[in-house]
């Protein structure tokens, strides 16, 4: 075989390997190196394939379709600085556990280390935040390495999708010429290339352990359950029956899935950020047993709430990542979140304390009625568009959310429903970064998608609004615009006068109307609650983009929330206290 | 001391140190935990502060005030991946050689490795794209730290700037709270902060090595000395001299700044990229010695006509990084290339080849005289605005050129002229990202700065342009707007129309003229030549942000360049060849 019929043969076997092992979706960025490989790809009618321009766009893209579909997406880029733009998505998909398999095309051996063009460090070049790296070799004169590399790409897909789920980076140096052969197929009767299957257990308690874990709870009289981001499907119910069996308040962060859906929402808390904050009611809350499962939750609150207390605390994670940020954990638990709930629950026998419960509950109850009061305002502000937004979100929408303070406002402002919604945020590194490609992925991936978040996210990532457009998604923006970072508004920055401005608020005066036109987006800054509730009724009409711009003000926001706050310490002290 | 005290000592410190060593610039990116350091770098008066919200702009905004000044440039921004963004400028930086202090702040020792948010593993993250890193970490006892931070921190100043010139990263953890005291000042007095000076010596050849050498020089009938991008400030004439003294030829690439300025041209051949593709041409000129000074040049016709040279093969190299792709390096030669040809020179005595000097020169001025013919064509085109531009360049111009078919462009159109320009392109790694950031950079460093490149290249960090206007940078952009990547139509992928236009085409429909909206810029889509011209004019008047975009084909271009080569074959054959 010559050159190219080799490389043909690898690359076809190699794609072969990713179809087998559930990657059907990849997304491409233009290049030359990479050459070969793309048209592979797109030859292949089984792999969809997905343009952006940007790399670091596109990193967030696959980011999002992978989060979407819950499947491993490959992304595949030329060599050189392309490959360093995935790095923000590879981290963030590290610390979110989502599977991307990252393929970065290289230069060939011979011309490594001797200053070609487009030439880096490509081996190990995502450091510690990959799971795995595999460097792929074609041979220029048979086939012998082909079992070899079909076991170690199936090894990495196999990687990348075992708890905890991530990103893992396989470079694939190729020789010019660069233009390959028909994408070869190949049969079961092939036998250099039958399947490798790869089973995956999953890590379960023995029933010892279970009882005693069991017996814990049986003692507690005040236990809590708190929940972050969790991997399983379906694991909702789960998590509620165990905690109707104990008698436990489940506080539920928003990504949990826990505020909304068909499960049991009994004894979902929703509003501890709120209540939390208040000197007076946490302190009366004191557990002796907290279960956490899940990534860290977003509230400040509750993580400091839960570090005044001296009670036994017992974190059950998966992906074994010692996810205790507080320093509170007394006991990690390295088992499958839902098997724990589900081989627990029926070991439990407990008189749940009602008491403690209906505590909870009524608090949970007088803060909800209290935010609740922002719906009389009459000025656009950034907290009344989020409660509005969670009131508003039709049945099995998928909300996007932004870092810094839209993720925070959510918290805050999502009541539980059983109306269904799938709640995503990029909250493995919390960056500003790459959400609106993220968010476009998951568009591609599921219908009624919106996307919230403040303008500084926004402007991070217009970019992604090209791949948005060429791919055809429909998505809905609502873009928060205070002008600058909100957040530092709320920290202890603010004091710093002389400073703030020009290193955080960073008024940048954009107007977004232009970048709307740019991506040819659907585009509406309303101008009051009315305008809004009809752009996002209009919204669901609509395909393709839709910017729904909302002016806010940052000193009004921390306003907002300084008055909810003393309204519920009053009301608290009146209602709950007493 | 308490926290504060004791941060703002260290911190303090720090800053002191930096501008001890020439660090007068920093690129800030917003962020919480970079508080400290971003108040205390803006309260010193001594060291200027930029704004760049986006971090992968910021990162080559930095690499482009390194390039402007020759002197090392700070940036810093927040823990996460905030700091991820930098990547491609780092890799950039490693492989062009250019001094960047990356200041990464950190999430505190024990927030590591605990799923705290906005952490990640800052530690070597950039891997081998850097040349040291150095964790700073401050005591909350005492100040028993401060001198051993301030000579790491000086020793990774003074590795940044050390041939090889490259990036740094220092990684600095930050405990809460972030607001620092005022920043202190620091005298000669204060022994705990007496600068420690850092002598750099340069690598020189013995006198006996020298020798050698300048003999080999001396047997040589037909040397050619060839120079891609040198580091040395004057070196030009260091160069002119020695080929003037050997009778060689200098095949100079565009960044190689020996095409412009007050030096002796008289040996300088620009046009070998377009002559050596015409076999006929190439086969007559045979080298007996190669001299290679810099970086590898653009060119790839120079590429493929020297792997079919045999002669010895000299590659001088201060910077020690092996700078030969095409693998014809016979001889390797560790020494700082000012010194090399101040050295040499005197030694060599030989009576210059002019016949062989002469055959190039001719052939140089036939081959000028062909692609000078483009300039009759009345259609707009990529190769005359290269060409026009070229001619057009004002005295003590700053032309930064885009990668991809920019510089190869600027490679065939940029002839000789007394009248001197800086040219400069990212020519470490070739990406087409941070073009636009690296330009602004060199905006706010120096004046009359153009930046020519395509319209994918300018798609990639259209970000860049909001720290443009927010520094107040005076730029005027040329985009040239063929819809897609145009350097696919040169390479065999152009043949897959199947996949083209979807893989390599990628055209985006994009108008930019919503960009310049967007961030008010003075924008020109020009029509004719004279609208060209006009705008060029202009821009020298006006200041701020000037985007001149000429719309272009790309098989028209592809067309132009063919005919031009057919046009000079002919031409070679019957006036250079009988």
Redesign the interface.
């Known amino acids: 075989m010559n050159h190219q019929e080799l490389m043909t043969h690898y690359l076809s076997s190699f794609i072969h390997t990713l179809h087998q092992h559930h990657v059907r979706e990849v997304v491409?960025s233009?290049g030359?190196r990479s050459?070969p490989l793309?048209?592979l790809l797109?030859?292949c009618a089984e792999i969809k394939t997905y343009?952006d321009?940007?790399?670091?766009s596109a990193g967030f893209f696959a980011l999002g379709l992978a989060k979407g579909s819950g499947q491993p997406v490959g992304l595949l880029c030329t060599s050189?600085?392309?490959t360093?733009?995935y790095?923000?998505a590879?981290?963030?998909a590290?610390?979110s556990r989502v599977p991307l398999i990252v393929l970065t095309s290289d230069r060939p051996y011979?011309?490594q280390?001797?200053?070609?063009?487009?030439?880096?460090?490509q081996a190990?070049?995502y450091?510690?935040?990959v799971k795995h790296f595999f460097q792929f070799e074609m041979s220029e004169h048979d086939l012998s390495l082909l079992k070899y590399n079909q076991a170690m790409t199936t090894r990495s897909i196999a990687e990348s999708t075992s708890a905890p789920q991530g990103p893992v980076q396989i470079n694939v140096p190729i020789r010019e010429?660069?233009?390959p052969g028909k994408l070869l197929e190949f049969g079961n009767q092939n036998v250099e290339n039958t399947m490798i299957t790869v089973e995956q257990g999953k890590r379960a308690l023995s029933n010892t352990q279970l009882v005693t874990i069991a017996a814990q709870i049986g003692q507690a009289k005040k236990g809590v359950l708190i929940c972050g981001k969790m991997e399983s499907i379906g694991i909702e119910s789960s998590v509620a029956a165990l905690a109707a069996k104990a008698g436990f308040p489940i506080l539920a962060d928003p990504l949990s899935q826990l505020r909304r859906g068909g499960h049991d929402l009994n004894n979902v808390i929703e509003s501890y950020d709120t209540f939390l904050r208040i000197e007076s009611a946490a302190l009366k809350l004191n557990p002796d047993l907290i279960i956490r499962l899940g990534?860290?939750p977003v509230s400040k609150a509750l993580k400091l709430w839960m570090q005044n207390q001296t009670c036994m605390n017992i974190v059950v994670d998966g992906g074994m990542?010692?996810?205790?940020?507080a320093?509170s954990a007394t006991e990690m638990i390295y088992c499958d979140e839902q098997i724990f709930c589900d081989d627990l629950t029926p070991l439990i026998s407990i008189q749940p304390e009602l008491h403690w419960l209906n505590s909870w509950k009524r608090l949970n109850q007088l803060t909800k009625s209290v935010l609740s009061g922002i719906e009389e305002e009459q000025e656009l502000s950034e907290v009344k568009v989020f409660r509005e937004l969670a009131e508003w979100l039709p049945e099995d929408a998928n909300l996007f959310v932004g870092n810094s303070m839209a993720i925070r406002e959510l918290d805050t402002f999502l009541f539980v429903k059983q109306r269904s919604a799938t709640i995503f945020g990029n909250?493995g590194?919390?960056?500003i970064?790459?959400v609106v490609s993220t968010a476009v992925g998951v568009a591609l991936s599921r219908k009624n998608t919106i996307l919230a978040l403040g303008d500084?996210s926004f402007?991070?990532d217009?970019?992604g609004l090209?791949a948005a457009r060429?791919n055809l998604a429909d998505l809905t923006i609502i873009l928060v615009n205070n002008d600058g970072?909100g957040?530092?508004s709320f920290?202890?920055?603010a004091?710093?006068k002389a400073?703030f401005e020009?290193?955080?608020g960073?008024p940048?005066g954009?107007?977004?109307v232009?970048?709307a036109?740019?991506?040819g987006a659907d585009y509406t800054k309303v101008k009051n609650w009315v305008e809004f509730q009809q752009a996002l009724e209009f919204s669901k009409t609509k395909r393709g983009l839709k910017i729904i711009e909302v002016p806010t003000d940052r000193e009004t926001n921390v306003a907002n929330h300084r008055a909810l706050q003393s309204l519920l310490e009053s009301r608290i002290e009146e209602e709950w206290l007493s």
Do not use: C, K
């Open positions: 491409i233009p030359s050459t793309a048209i797109e030859e343009l321009i940007d790399e670091r050189g600085t392309a360093a733009n790095y923000p590879v981290i963030e590290y610390f011979e011309l280390h001797v200053g070609a063009p487009q030439t880096i460090n190990n070049m450091g510690e935040h010429p660069l233009i990534a860290p990542s010692w996810r205790d940020p320093g909250r590194a919390n960056g970064d790459g500084l402007f991070h217009m970019n090209l060429q970072g957040i530092f920290l202890p920055q004091s710093e400073h020009s290193l955080f960073t940048h954009l107007d977004f232009h970048t036109r740019l991506y």
